[in-house]
């Protein structure tokens, strides 16, 4: 096992030391994250010692994505599957947080930059301050979006957010002036990235001397570690508030409104909360692409990409359930990429029907995805993991 | 004490609200925004003959919206679900007939349009085919659903499940770039009156938009198929006690709505061009046409369409029309402010 | 076997005796004026005007269509009425949602209950009361010791309104579970939770076994007296109400017909005619 080797072990340790100890029950919670940390280690380091660089860069990549889009489809669950809010623009606040976290971290282009590369400002802020602007900017969106549509009939949220994801889209593709118009806005910093260049200044010697044998092209293994603590972040929030009377209201609203008013509660302003709190988090899912990508422009969120994909997620997974919604992430995502070597693998046979076929499989894919949300809504609407029964849960709080 | 003389007597705040979401204040309303757009594009010093021959445009695509409003609407009506397939159901009638065009002879343009006799058979072989795709896709997907009597929400999930499922299929056999029906072929304008430029192909899609809904009014008003169509809208479920053929209704009103949409996709395609997005582009006008005129009121969808049309192009004299989607969307917000049944519905 | 008292058998209730903060009989708790809804040209309510003095046990009835439920539905927040007013406590609620209504003590249950059928009997009734701190996003979050603790006080408090209801058997089952008789002892437990001022009860007794009925009542009655909560009742059983509710409001094509003490109400012609000219005379039932 070389420095390398363990650099890499150290740093896939953290998701998995998350998935286990959100797995695990196990008391006291010390002891719990104590072993799922020794587990996550041991499991990284085998895996990393055993599996090809290639394979391990792709599955690490994999993985990152698959996290960013739990991020998005744990947002929506919390509007489609405890509020019963029919979102189809999921992708104007992945849009919305991307961009202004970008706005927020990068620097003004000066020089010759500045003639190629246009936007309204760069304040050149940490990663992290990006991330809340990116969250607070989309849960304003949800707000003015909401206000004349939560109180109706949810179709009419379905089309408005429609509307508003196309014009978010519209907007960053014709505004040169505000995030560089049809071209990419490029040079979003990505957090810590000095681990794995000349190392950190604030950080102590030995943890640089630790990640030193990491390269410019390790960098998702240093992400992956930052997106599965948001992720266990923003999970662990939900859980918390879904396992409160603020859950049990949502719940409520959504299983029987008239009820719920008669019981004094005030539905459009949980309805509200409910759709706001989703879309600050889509925000942070977005603003987490962002600072991965590096360069962003409008294409990247149609809505294909940025609203289909994390509904068939939802619903596969099991809406009304977080786990489900971050399993969902992961298997869509996993059938999404597998789908694409199927197609590549397919292209002989392809061109051998059409030539213009194999330049069309990404299509393939498209059509596979839509017919499965067609079948999950029909044979499997409730997913893989089902709603829990009970919401209040005083005792395990 | 209560003050009881003060009963009968409004508060200031319930009448101003009810006077501005009654029929009068939307009308009003919508007045005020026509006239605030002319007022913009006199001081952007837009000339008068620019801003005429907008509002005529506007007239012609609002008969296009037309056709795929009245389906969204007659869907609504009588299933109780809002079809977000069906702008893609436009898309498929476009192709559809790309391909019936293509396949048959090419015969000369007849003039002073700029398609030949391939695309009347086109429109021929389109319109019931896809009448009878809409249905079919109802009896896959949207039947169980009934069956099941699911949340009005699956439905709609459904729908955009089909949505991408046209698309991705438009994709695939055609691929992702635009194309016309008739490619390099001559589409000169006629001066139509006071400087007011159109081409005659949208002359055309005019008057068989106006002929094709004037059919569906007869259909609804005099036959009995028409009848139970309404009858069902009413109450569902008074219908079937009464003894009308609920099949039967819902698959009229398939072939009704999709018909109306292939027609819709195919003029829209004539016009402008064909692109695999097209309908989804129009989904959003569409429904904006179809809430402003009271979801499930086939006229209202008519007058809400050609109200979108016009306001659409002329707010494209002074913004840039890329964003006309965003007119169709700042109407409909404005609408469910004031008064989200709309312009021909009931107070609840 | 209710047939024999309603002259005799409710002296006390025509008054409550020593209530406290009872200031008189001259401010009524629930004033309905002149209130008027129209349904699609339908009028369901027409200009309906009636008070439910503080206290009392009110029963609300009519022929079907009366405009019964609809006058529920608009004193409720419901439903907006085209005109009139309603006052609670001497306050103008008209038209006020449902929430705020709830909050200033209004209770209503519906005809059909409407129970939260996924969740369980306890948690519908940990829903209900008003000041959550763990209503509020954050606070979970942020004070998740006061949530918890709170919650174990609402879960103590669900537990007591059951055992009092007799549901203590079904607390963690789904309420959707329960039978048509539970869930309308449930939506009694419900409005327990509540606190409230006055009760909107929509036909309490309907759908349910003679038994339960007879627990629905005395439950009604001992709240009534113990607590001092005023009833407003809708029923189509006239033994339950003749023998439960003083006064009793006729209700007939939208508008009060009469009002008066149950013996009185029953041998008023009008009444007689209200019902054999409506659909069925139930009266003497």
């Known amino acids: 096992m070389t420095a390398l080797h363990l650099a890499k072990a150290a740093l896939l340790a953290v998701?998995?030391?998350?998935?286990?100890?959100?797995?695990?029950?196990?008391?006291?919670?010390?002891?719990?994250?104590?072993?799922?940390?020794?587990?996550?280690?041991?499991?990284?380091?085998?895996?990393?010692?055993?599996?090809?660089?290639?394979?391990?860069?792709?599955?690490?990549?994999?993985?990152?994505?698959?996290?960013?889009?739990?991020?998005?489809?744990?947002?929506?669950?919390?509007?489609?599957?405890?509020?019963?809010?029919?979102?189809?623009?999921?992708?104007?606040?992945?849009?919305?947080?991307?961009?202004?976290?970008?706005?927020?971290?990068?620097?003004?282009?000066?020089?010759?930059?500045?003639?190629?590369?246009?936007?309204?400002?760069g304040l050149g802020m940490p990663f992290w301050v990006g991330v809340l602007a990116a969250g607070l900017v989309a849960g304003l969106l949800a707000w003015l979006v909401g206000k004349p549509t939560l109180r109706l009939r949810g179709d009419y949220l379905a089309i408005a957010t429609i509307g508003i994801a196309e014009l978010v889209r519209l907007f960053f593709q014709n505004e040169r002036w505000l995030a560089n118009g049809p071209q990419p806005l490029r040079g979003i910093p990505q957090p810590l990235s000095c681990l794995t260049g000349d190392g950190c200044a604030w950080l102590p010697g030995f943890v640089n001397s630790f990640f030193a044998p990491l390269g410019p092209r390790d960098y998702p293994f240093v992400y992956i570690a930052i997106v599965a603590l948001v992720l266990y972040l923003v999970y662990r929030v939900l859980e918390r508030a879904i396992r409160s009377p603020w859950g049990r209201v949502l719940r409520a609203v959504r299983e029987e409104e008239a009820s719920a008013a008669m019981n004094g509660k005030d539905i459009a302003a949980f309805r509200m909360q409910a759709f706001v709190v989703g879309s600050v988090i889509m925000g942070i899912g977005g603003a987490l692409y962002a600072h991965y990508i590096v360069s962003i422009d409008y294409s990247h969120f149609d809505p294909l990409n940025g609203t289909f994909l994390v509904w068939v997620m939802l619903m596969l997974g099991g809406s009304g359930n977080n786990r489900g919604a971050i399993l969902g992430a992961f298997v869509v995502y996993a059938i999404w990429s597998g789908t694409s070597f199927v197609v590549d693998a397919l292209r002989p046979t392809l061109a051998a029907i059409s030539p213009e076929l194999p330049s069309r499989g990404p299509y393939l894919r498209l059509l596979f995805i839509s017919i499965l949300l067609v079948f999950i809504v029909l044979y499997r609407p409730r997913g893989i993991v089902p709603e829990e029964k009970v919401v209040s849960l005083d005792r395990d709080l | 004490m209560l003050q009881r003389s003060a009963a009968a007597a409004e508060r200031p705040f319930e009448r101003f609200r009810r006077v501005a979401s009654g029929k009068a204040g939307m009308l009003l309303a919508l007045a005020l925004v026509l006239l605030a757009i002319i007022v913009t594009a006199a001081l952007k010093g837009v000339p008068a003959t620019q801003l005429l021959s907008l509002f005529v445009r506007g007239v012609l695509l609002g008969g296009m919206l037309a056709l795929g409003a009245v389906g969204v609407t007659l869907v609504y009506a009588v299933l109780k679900m809002a079809n977000f397939a069906h702008g893609d159901t436009m898309t498929l009638g476009a192709y559809l007939g790309l391909v019936v065009v293509t396949l048959l002879p090419k015969g000369a343009p007849i003039a002073p349009f700029s398609f030949g006799y391939e695309f009347i058979v086109a429109l021929l072989v389109v319109i019931p085919a896809v009448g009878l795709i809409a249905f079919g896709l109802d009896q896959l997907a949207f039947r169980p659903l009934r069956a099941r009597r699911s949340q009005s929400v699956m439905f709609a999930m459904a729908a955009l499940g089909l949505?991408?499922?046209?698309?991705?299929?438009?994709?695939?056999?055609?691929?992702?770039?635009?194309?016309?029906?008739?490619?390099?072929?001559?589409?000169?304008?006629?001066?139509?009156?006071?400087?007011?430029?159109?081409?005659?192909?949208?002359?055309?899609?005019?008057?068989?938009?106006?002929?094709?809904?004037?059919?569906?009014?007869?259909?609804?008003?005099?036959?009995?198929?028409?009848?139970?169509?309404?009858?069902?809208?009413?109450?569902?479920?008074?219908?079937?006690?009464?003894?009308?053929?609920?099949?039967?209704?819902?698959?009229?009103?398939?072939?009704?709505?999709?018909?109306?949409?292939?027609?819709?996709?195919?003029?829209?395609?004539?016009?402008?061009?064909l692109r695999p997005e097209m309908g989804w582009w129009l989904l959003l006008p569409l429904f904006a046409s179809v809430i402003l005129g009271s979801l499930g009121n086939a006229y209202g969808a008519l007058a809400g369409a050609f109200v979108i049309g016009i306001v659409w192009q002329m707010s494209g004299a002074f913004i840039n029309p890329v964003y006309s989607q965003g007119i169709a969307f700042l109407v409909m917000i404005v609408v469910l402010l004031v008064r989200p049944e709309g312009l021909f519905g009931g107070r609840r | 076997m209710s047939d024999t008292h309603p002259a005799s058998s409710s002296p006390g209730s025509l008054r409550p005796a020593g209530q406290a903060g009872d200031v008189g009989a001259s401010a009524p708790l629930l004033s309905i004026q002149e209130l008027t809804k129209d349904f699609g040209g339908l009028r369901a309510v027409n200009a309906c005007s009636f008070d439910v003095a503080p206290g009392s046990v009110t029963g609300l009835i009519g022929p079907n269509g009366a405009g019964k439920t609809t006058?529920?539905?608009?004193?409720?927040?419901?439903?907006?009425?085209?005109?009139?007013?309603?006052?609670?406590?001497?306050?103008?609620?008209?038209?006020?949602?449902?929430?705020?209504?709830?909050?200033?003590?209004?209770?209503?249950?519906?005809?059909?209950?409407?129970?939260?059928?996924?969740?369980?009997?306890?948690?519908?009734?940990?829903?209900?009361?008003?000041?959550?701190?763990?209503?509020?996003?954050?606070?979970?979050?942020?004070?998740?010791?006061?949530?918890?603790?709170?919650?174990?006080?609402?879960?103590?408090?669900?537990?007591?309104?059951?055992?009092?209801?007799?549901?203590?058997?079904?607390?963690?089952?789904?309420?959707?579970?329960?039978?048509?008789?539970?869930?309308?002892?449930?939506?009694?437990?419900?409005?327990?939770?509540?606190?409230?001022?006055?009760?909107?009860?929509?036909?309490?007794?309907?759908?349910?076994?003679?038994?339960?009925?007879?627990?629905?009542?005395?439950?009604?009655?001992?709240?009534?007296?113990?607590r001092g909560i005023t009833f407003l009742l809708i029923e189509h059983d006239m033994p339950l109400v003749m023998g439960l509710c003083n006064p009793v409001i006729v209700m007939n094509q939208g508008s009060k017909l009469v009002e008066g003490p149950p013996a009185v109400v029953r041998s008023d012609p009008r009444v007689l005619e209200a019902y054999l000219g409506g659909q069925y005379a139930a009266l003497e039932g």
């Not at chain 3, 539970?182 to 349910?208: N, S």
Request: proline residues 4%; aromatic residues 10%.
């Open chain 1, 15 to 121: 998701p998995l030391w998350l998935l286990l100890s959100s797995l695990l029950r196990l008391k006291p919670s010390w002891l719990k994250h104590l072993a799922s940390l020794a587990v996550g280690f041991g499991a990284a380091a085998l895996v990393t010692l055993v599996t090809p660089t290639g394979i391990l860069s792709y599955l690490t990549t994999f993985i990152l994505m698959a996290c960013i889009y739990a991020v998005l489809s744990v947002g929506l669950n919390v509007q489609w599957g405890y509020t019963g809010l029919f979102n189809i623009g999921v992708a104007a606040f992945y849009a919305i947080g991307a961009f202004t976290s970008a706005l927020v971290t990068t620097r003004m282009p000066t020089g010759l930059n500045a003639s190629f590369t246009k936007q309204l400002f």
């Open chain 2, 163 to 273: 949505a991408f499922g046209i698309r991705s299929l438009v994709y695939i056999f055609w691929g992702a770039d635009f194309t016309f029906f008739y490619t390099g072929r001559a589409r000169p304008a006629v001066e139509l009156f006071a400087g007011v430029r159109v081409r005659p192909d949208q002359l055309f899609i005019l008057g068989l938009a106006v002929a094709l809904i004037a059919g569906v009014y007869l259909l609804l008003e005099r036959t009995k198929i028409g009848k139970a169509m309404r009858a069902t809208a009413d109450n569902s479920d008074l219908a079937r006690i009464s003894g009308i053929d609920t099949k039967r209704v819902i698959l009229w009103t398939w072939l009704i709505g999709g018909g109306l949409a292939g027609a819709g996709g195919m003029l829209y395609g004539l016009d402008v061009q």
């Open chain 3, 71 to 226: 006058l529920f539905s608009l004193v409720s927040g419901f439903h907006q009425p085209d005109s009139g007013r309603v006052y609670l406590d001497g306050e103008d609620v008209t038209g006020l949602p449902s929430h705020l209504l709830f909050r200033k003590g209004l209770c209503r249950t519906f005809q059909i209950p409407r129970e939260h059928q996924s969740m369980t009997v306890t948690e519908n009734l940990m829903l209900v009361p008003k000041g959550q701190i763990g209503e509020r996003f954050w606070n979970p979050v942020v004070r998740p010791g006061a949530v918890r603790a709170q919650e174990r006080r609402l879960r103590e408090r669900a537990r007591e309104v059951l055992a009092f209801v007799n549901l203590g058997h079904m607390a963690e089952q789904p309420a959707g579970a329960m039978s048509g008789g539970q869930k309308k002892l449930l939506e009694l437990a419900r409005t327990l939770m509540a606190d409230p001022k006055i009760v909107l009860l929509d036909e309490p007794g309907a759908g349910v076994n003679p038994t339960l009925m007879g627990k629905i009542r005395e439950k009604i009655e001992q709240l009534n007296r113990e």
